[in-house]
């Protein structure tokens, strides 16, 4: 994953990124169309919802830090603490 990230963080340079990170997401086998389910089938993907919610909650608090989101304008005030 850390060659993924590093890929994204040098592809975005023209935007000056201030982190990098991806979240496990989900897969339903049930959601998907015929060709989706045919090529995760045979590989054996686990299925589930794997969302860490604490987790990304986490990476946007650290991440309104890092943008100096979360200290002294009023609306951007009342976006931290809805995330704190």
């Given at each position: 994953?850390?060659?993924f990230t590093d890929q994204l963080v040098t592809a975005?340079?023209?935007?000056?990124p201030v982190a990098a990170t991806m979240f496990a997401g989900s897969l339903d086998a049930i959601?998907?169309?015929f060709d989706e389910r045919n090529l995760t089938l045979p590989v054996k993907f686990p299925t589930g919802d794997f969302c860490d919610?604490?987790?990304i909650a986490a990476c946007v608090r650290a991440l309104a830090g890092k943008m100096g989101l979360?200290?002294?304008m009023a609306k951007t005030d009342r976006i931290c603490r809805r995330i704190n």
């Open positions: 994953m850390k060659g975005s340079s023209a935007a000056l959601k998907m169309n919610l604490d987790t979360c200290g002294g």
